[in-house]
C-alpha cells in the first residue's frame, strides 16, 4: 500500500528441520535513488532463525546500495546472490546456529517486545553497579512511575536513586542475581516460572529460596520478585507471577493488573566500569575511590569536570565564587537558563542529574576561605584551572605542609595553545619568588591582546569553544595520567596550533623558538621535563 514492491524467491530444498516456509524480495519506494533491496521471511523464522529481526527482514549484507554506481538490476541481482550463498547455503550446513549466542542480546531483546504489552508492571531492569562474582539475593527499588527497576549494592543505589527517583513512588522487590558461564540463546531460554523457580532453589539456600518462591515481605504482603542471569557479556532478567496489584491508566479510569506469567525483561548497565569504559579500563575502578578538587569551573573547568565523571572519576569537589554572567554563555558547559547562579553550583546540579554515579561537593566561595577549613592532603588530584596567580600562590603555600599532586592548566589567546603543568607529590610549582607561567607561552602576544570588558576593571581572551575543544581534551588526559600514577617526574604538556590558525585569529603572530616546529602542522604538543 505504500509503493513497496515484493516478489516471492524460489528457495532451495532445505534439510529436515530447516525449512523455511518463504522469502520475498522487498523494493521499497525510493528503491533506486536512495533505498536498499531487503529480503524477508515468514514471522514463523523469527527466533527460529539467526539474522531475522523482529517483524521477518534479514539482516544482512546484500544490495551493494544506490552510491555504489550499479544499476538496479546488478543490485538486485547481488542482493539475490548474497541471499543464496551467505545465508541459505550456510543455514541449511548448519553453518549459523552459533550466531545466536554470538548476538544474544538482540534475539533477547526481540522476544522481550514480542512478549511485552501495556499491562505489564515492570519494561526493563537497570543494573547500577559491577557484575557480581557470586550469586547475590537482595532488595531492589521499583519505580511504578517510570515502570523500572534499579539494583544495585547499598552505595550505588544511595547515588542514584535521589536523581532517578526523585519525587517519584517507590516500591521495594526481590532480587536474585545468578551469574551463569554462557549468553542464553532461544533453546535455553527458561519460558515459564517454574524452570526459573526451580534454578533459584538449585542456587539458593534452602531457607533463602523458600522466602523467595513465597514473595511476600515480613508482614505477609506480596511483592514483586525478578531473577537476573548475567553471563559475562549480557543480562537476561524475568519478572516471576504474583506480586502487589498493578494499576495503569485505562481511557478515563484505572485498571488493577497483577503479574499472571513468567515476563521476560531486558536489562540495561548503569555501572560505572561499563558505561565509562564498556568493561575495557580496569583503572576505572580506582578512579570511583580518588578524590579529585577542581578549583575553577569556568569555560575550561567546566567541560574538564564533565570529562573527569566520565572517565570514571568518583568524587568531586568544585571551588569557584563566580556566577555565570552573559558573557560566559558562547564557550561554557552551562546555558542561559543558569544566569546568575553561581557556577559550581548550577555545574554540580547539571553533572549529578546526567551522572548520578559521582560524589560531588559544590564550594560557591574563593579558595582562600576553603583552605582555611579543609586539607588538601584528603584529595589525590588538586586541578587548578583559573589561570590567577594568587589561586597558583596559594595552593603552593598549602602543598608545602600537605603535600599532594597538581595540575596547573591555562589557555593563552584565542585557544592558541594550552599549556598543563603536571606536578607529581612534592614537586613545586615555582622554585623562587618570581611566578614562571610567563615563560611557558608558545606565541609571542602583543601587549593589546587582552580585552577588557566595558565598564569592568577585569580582562579577558577571546575565544570559541570549538578552539578551546582541542585544549579540554588535553587537559582532561593530563589530569588523568596524574590521577593513574603515570606521571612520575614533574613536566610541562603543550598543546600548539599551527600557522593557518594564527593568521586567523590575528595575522602577523609569530612562535617562540621553542614552540616554532608547530607552524607547518595543525596542531603539536609536546611534553618538556618541568625545572621552573
Not at 515468514?42 to 532463525?49: E, H, N, Q, Y
Not at 554572567?325 to 555545574?347: I, P, Y
Not at 586541578?383 to 592548566?409: H, K, M
Amino acid at each position: 500500500m505504500d509503493g513497496t514492491r515484493v516478489f516471492p524467491i524460489r528457495l532451495p530444498s532445505f534439510v529436515d528441520g530447516r525449512e523455511i516456509a518463504g522469502a520475498w524480495l522487498y523494493l521499497p519506494p525510493g528503491f533506486v535513488e536512495s533505498q536498499f533491496a531487503e529480503i524477508w521471511l515468514p514471522k514463523s523464522a523469527v527466533l527460529r532463525v539467526p539474522h531475522v529481526e523482529d517483524g521477518g527482514k534479514l539482516c544482512f549484507a546484500g544490495d551493494p546500495g544506490p552510491t555504489s554506481g550499479a544499476t538496479p538490476e546488478q543490485r538486485i541481482n547481488q542482493t539475490l546472490d548474497q541471499f543464496f550463498s551467505q545465508f541459505c547455503v550456510p543455514w541449511n550446513q548448519g553453518l549459523l546456529d552459533g550466531h545466536f549466542r554470538e548476538e544474544a542480546l538482540n534475539y533477547w531483546y526481540i522476544y522481550c517486545a514480542q512478549r511485552h504489552s501495556h499491562w505489564d508492571p515492570v519494561t526493563s531492569i537497570l543494573l547500577l553497579d559491577n557484575p557480581p562474582r557470586q550469586l547475590r539475593n537482595g532488595d531492589g527499588v521499583y519505580l511504578p512511575d517510570k515502570r523500572s527497576v534499579l539494583f544495585g549494592n547499598a552505595e550505588a543505589m544511595d547515588r542514584v536513586l535521589p536523581v532517578v527517583g526523585a519525587g517519584q513512588r517507590r516500591v521495594k522487590v526481590l532480587v536474585t542475581d545468578i551469574p551463569i558461564a554462557k549468553p542464553l540463546t532461544p533453546d535455553t531460554w527458561p519460558r515459564s516460572s517454574c524452570e526459573v523457580e526451580r534454578l533459584v532453589r538449585l542456587r539458593l539456600p534452602s531457607t533463602v529460596a523458600g522466602r523467595f518462591i513465597k514473595g511476600r515481605d515480613k508482614c505477609n504482603r506480596p511483592i514483586h520478585r525478578l531473577v537476573i542471569l548475567r553471563a559475562p557479556e549480557c543480562s537476561f532478567g524475568f519478572l516471576l507471577p504474583g506480586g502487589p496489584v498493578w494499576t495503569v491508566r485505562h481511557g478515563y479510569s484505572w485498571k488493577a493488573l497483577r503479574a499472571h506469567q513468567l515476563l521476560p525483561l531486558p536489562v540495561e548497565r548503569l555501572d560505572v566500569a561499563w558505561i565509562c569504559g564498556r568493561d575495557q579500563h580496569s583503572e576505572i575502578g580506582t578512579r570511583q575511590k580518588q578524590r579529585v578538587l577542581v578549583v575553577g569551573v569556568g569555560a575550561l573547568g567546566g567541560f574538564v569536570v564533565e570529562h573527569l565523571v566520565k572517565a570514571g572519576v568518583g568524587h568531586l569537589t568544585l571551588v569557584d565564587s563566580d556566577s555565570l554572567s552573559a558573557a560566559n554563555l558562547g564557550r561554557h558547559v552551562l546555558g542561559a537558563n543558569d544566569l546568575g547562579r553561581t557556577k559550581v553550583e548550577a555545574l554540580a546540579l547539571r553533572v549529578k542529574e546526567a551522572w548520578p554515579a559521582v560524589s560531588l561537593e559544590a564550594v560557591p566561595s574563593s579558595l582562600e576561605s576553603w583552605l582555611k577549613l579543609h586539607s588538601l592532603a584528603d584529595f589525590d588530584l588538586i586541578l587548578d584551572l583559573t589561570g590567577e596567580p594568587n589561586v597558583r600562590g596559594a595552593l603552593e603555600r598549602a602543598r608545602q605542609s600537605q603535600p599532594c599532586p597538581l595540575l596547573i592548566g591555562w589557555l593563552e589567546p584565542f585557544a592558541a595553545a594550552a599549556h598543563a603543568c603536571l606536578l607529581p607529590t612534592c614537586h613545586p610549582w615555582s622554585k623562587s619568588v618570581r611566578d614562571p607561567l610567563d615563560t611557558c607561552m608558545a606565541i609571542n602576544w602583543p601587549a593589546d591582546i587582552m580585552l577588557r570588558e566595558p565598564g569592568c576593571s577585569s580582562k579577558f581572551q577571546s575565544y570559541t569553544h570549538a578552539a578551546a575543544s582541542y585544549a579540554v581534551a588535553m587537559l582532561s588526559e593530563a589530569a588523568l595520567d596524574l590521577l593513574d600514577g603515570e606521571v612520575s617526574t614533574p613536566m610541562l604538556r603543550s598543546l600548539v596550533r599551527g600557522r593557518k590558525f594564527l593568521e586567523k585569529v590575528r595575522p602577523g603572530l609569530s612562535y617562540r623558538e621553542w614552540s616554532a616546529n608547530a607552524a607547518d602542522s595543525n596542531s603539536m604538543i609536546w611534553d618538556r621535563l618541568w625545572d621552573a
